[in-house]
């Protein structure tokens, strides 16, 4: 039997849709509720195979129901109904984790087909959902959050040119690499001027480049072998060695190698280039979190002011949106409430300067979160690893990081070798 869970505030709906599950054999309606506090309750008491979930609703709605059982009852498939067909419901209703979307009014055989299809689909997938953690395979109790069957891409921004984006980018993937164990890349979109191969000392000479070439037959092992091996495990896709070359990389590849991505890893950083293109455009589209890093200078600020006006026009919504302000305790002509007041937007997060720690993971090419977890540095850069992953834990990173970590290099200028 399927057992299934509906959440709908109008009771007439719900004895409708009960009334409608009631004729067929395989199919079971376990409980009910009026709302997404009270569906998360019952999900987590009833154990449904499938839960059917209204969008709107008062008090918690379905979407953000939604976000909140992938979290507090993984495994537990959600099938969204709405009378919003709007493409920005679906989106956001897939992002929250939905397995699939009615769109109301939805006749009885829509109906049972999506809840057998659901759980057909979970069945299939068996153990594909599973948790894993730091701490797989060397047989300590795994207990992290859950691998995504499509990535989460957080694109790394600024209005302002050497705010600290690129820095912020690497410790951020090899944060989220180390704390949670998932599969994380690293993707470097300065097409032009990337320093993250730099910044992590990488040997590989493979780049996106390769991929732009051979863009009509991207396979997973193509991908795979174009990947540079990162610290701990971190993957990371190189930009172009040369700047003619990041010319030639459109936004459809991007969008085509971002998909690809997005099928193997759980989490895609992407750092950008300050200069605003149609490829940085496209990944802020497919973006889950914008991460804006400003500095507490009059420019940054003006700077960043536009960059968040260009997000608004192009409609990404502020819950997409988190401000970071770098190095919040040099040169500072504002403090962060001025900076809220003058962007209008919460600053979710102060990042500290620190020249000498930064100094020396650059000198290492290990990100200071490795090399150093208890700095303040890496400490404000789990904040933000913990917004991605509310489910990790604790403000110090898992393991030894100072041991794991690969050994110490010296920092070398590898383009000019080639
Ligand atoms: N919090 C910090 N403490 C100390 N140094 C920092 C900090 N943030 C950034 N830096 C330094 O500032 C410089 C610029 O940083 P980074 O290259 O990350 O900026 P960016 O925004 O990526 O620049 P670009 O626009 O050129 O891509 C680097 O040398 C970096 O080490
Ligand atoms: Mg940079």
Redesign the pocket.
């Known amino acids: 039997m399927i057992k299934v869970l509906i959440v709908d505030d109008i009771a007439s709906t719900r004895e409708n849709l009960q009334k409608l599950l009631a004729f067929e054999d395989d199919i079971e309606v376990v409980g009910m509720a009026s709302d997404g506090r009270e569906g998360i309750e019952a999900a987590r008491t009833l154990s449904p195979h499938v839960v059917l979930m209204d969008v709107n609703m008062p008090g918690m709605d379905g979407i953000q129901a939604t976000e909140a059982l992938a979290l507090e009852v993984p495994h537990c498939p959600v099938v969204i109904m709405s009378v919003q067909g709007e493409r920005d419901y679906l989106r956001r209703a897939m992002q929250s984790g939905a397995r699939e979307f009615l769109v109301k009014p939805f006749s009885g055989d829509e109906l049972i087909a999506s809840i057998r299809r659901v759980h057909d689909l979970e069945l299939k997938k068996g153990t594909y959902v599973r948790v894993v953690s730091a701490a797989e395979g060397n047989g300590a109790a795994p207990a992290g959050p859950a691998r995504r069957s499509v990535a989460a891409v957080h694109a790394i921004m ?1 209005g302002k ?8 980018a690497v410790n951020l993937a090899a944060a989220l690499r180390q704390q949670t164990g998932l599969r994380v890349c690293l993707v470097d979109l ?1 097409l032009q ?1 990337g ?1 993250v191969g730099v910044l992590l000392n990488l040997q590989h000479t493979k780049t996106i480049a390769e991929l732009v070439e051979n863009v009509g037959a991207l396979d997973p092992e193509f991908v795979n072998a174009v990947l540079a091996e990162g610290p701990e495990g971190l993957r990371v896709l190189q930009a172009p060695f040369s700047p003619e070359l990041g010319d030639l990389v459109r936004a459809d590849h991007v969008r085509a190698i971002l998909d690809v991505l997005r099928r193997e890893f759980d989490h895609i950083v992407v ?1 950008t ?2 200069q605003l293109s149609e490829a940085t455009l496209e990944v802020v589209d497919m973006a889950d979190t914008v991460c804006v ?1 400003g500095a507490l200078t009059i420019p940054a600020i003006k700077d960043t002011k536009l960059l968040l006006k260009m997000l608004e026009s192009l409609r990404v919504e502020q819950e997409r949106i988190v401000v970071v302000v ?2 919040h305790d040099a040169h500072a002509d504002y403090n962060r409430a001025r900076v809220e007041e003058h962007l209008r937007m919460p600053v979710l997060l102060e ?5 000498r ?3 020396t993971s ?1 000198h290492r090419a290990l990100p200071i979160v490795l090399s150093n977890p208890e700095a303040e ?1 890496s400490r404000r850069v789990g904040e933000l690893v913990r917004r991605i992953e509310p489910g990790v834990a604790g403000a110090a990173p898992v393991g030894d990081a100072k041991r794991a970590g690969p050994p110490a290099r010296r920092f070398g200028f590898r383009r000019e070798g080639r």
Do not use: C, Q, Y
Not at 161 to 168: A, D, E, F, H, T
Not at 351 to 355: A, E, G, L, R, Y
């Open positions: 600024a040119g050497g705010v600290g984006k690129s820095l912020l300065d001027f320093d750092d280039a300050t890093v770098n190095r990042v500290p300067s620190d020249p720690g930064i100094g650059i540095f």
